[in-house]
């Protein structure tokens, strides 16, 4: 069945410049066959309701690992995505993962190291606000290591995700997909709105004058990174209720293909009975 929005492995991507796509895959500002964001309110609540279901087999049948990874320029979602997407699961199984610039103990180990004992154990759901994905991103844009260490780090992380997922863990990896004159629009809401002031980050700013070397940056990924066994999803997040949507629907049809069951009793419980 195809896949809406998936990156195929080798796939071209352009996302700045004369050959921007447009189509309906790459468009930020695509919304699908819904018009407004009442329209989407019905099966969001649908999947909300199938996703709190299959978080309870999952963590029963204990198996498999579900890993969500969020990547993003800034104002892109990803916090958003966080609360409307899983809002109704139990949060006992799921665990959020915020990746900032690395501490002095993480810098004196391997770039994976802090990322591997980060995945979430079978049975849970664990998501990546940023990710590994940052040592080819960040470290690229600003020239933080030399062109010889980062160009490596694509077929490495491969490889650490066919490892993760042939030992148990699903990987969702999804770019939410925003404008440039979206990103200007919600950081001057930002400077505009006396509640969102405590959102405003004088780095954000610094890193949009970037934004061209970001996007070439983020192209090399979802080409070189998107496999068949973890690819990336680009998600249209100039609106956010349909970013929500279309990530549900993505997480909710992953875990039904799992052909997840609860497991059978470890007792006859015909044989039980309460005094």
Same mark, same amino acid.
């Given at each position: 069945?195809?896949? /809406? ?7 071209? #991507? ?10 309906? @895959?790459?468009? /930020? ?13 019905? /099966?969001? %609540? ?42 109704? #699961? ?7 993962? @915020? ?17 591997? %004992? ?27 290591? /030399? ?9 490495? #992380? @491969? ?21 440039? +004159? ?9 400077? @505009?709105?006396?509640? %969102? ?6 780095? +954000? ?6 934004w061209d070397d970001y996007m070439q940056a983020y192209e090399v990924v979802l080409e070189k990174c998107s496999t068949e066994w973890a690819p990336w999803y680009i998600i249209p997040a100039n609106k956010k209720w349909y970013r ?6 993505? #997480? ?15 007792? +006859? ?7």
């Amino acid at each position: 069945m195809e896949q /809406p929005f998936i990156v195929k492995p080798g796939e071209s #991507i352009s996302l700045i410049g004369e050959k921007k796509s447009r189509s309906s @895959n790459h468009n /930020p500002d695509n919304t699908g066959s819904y018009n407004k964001k009442d329209d989407t309110k019905k /099966p969001l %609540k649908k999947l909300h309701k199938e996703l709190l279901e299959l978080q309870e087999i999952l963590y029963a049948e204990n198996k498999h690992a579900l890993l969500i990874i969020l990547q993003g320029m800034d104002t892109c979602g990803k916090d958003g995505t966080i609360r409307k997407v899983m809002a109704g #699961i139990n949060v006992q199984g799921c665990e959020v993962v @915020n990746f900032k610039a690395p501490t002095v103990d993480e810098l004196s180990r391997d770039y994976l190291w802090r990322v591997h %004992k980060s995945v979430p154990p079978k049975g849970k759901i664990g998501i990546f606000n940023r990710s590994h994905y940052e040592d080819v991103l960040v470290v690229r844009v600003h020239d933080l290591v /030399p062109k010889s260490v980062w160009k490596k780090r694509y077929q490495q #992380i @491969n490889d650490f995700e066919r490892m993760l997922v042939e030992n148990g863990t699903v990987i969702l990896k999804f770019f939410l997909n925003i404008s440039k +004159d979206e990103q200007k629009e919600r950081l001057e809401s930002r400077i @505009n709105t006396p509640s %969102k002031h405590w959102k405003v980050n004088e780095a +954000d700013f610094h890193e949009r004058t970037y934004w061209d070397d970001y996007m070439q940056a983020y192209e090399v990924v979802l080409e070189k990174c998107s496999t068949e066994w973890a690819p990336w999803y680009i998600i249209p997040a100039n609106k956010k209720w349909y970013r929500d949507l279309v990530i549900t629907e993505r #997480i909710v049809k992953t875990l039904q293909d799992l052909k997840m069951k609860f497991p059978e009793p470890n007792t +006859d419980v015909s044989k039980l009975t309460i005094v």
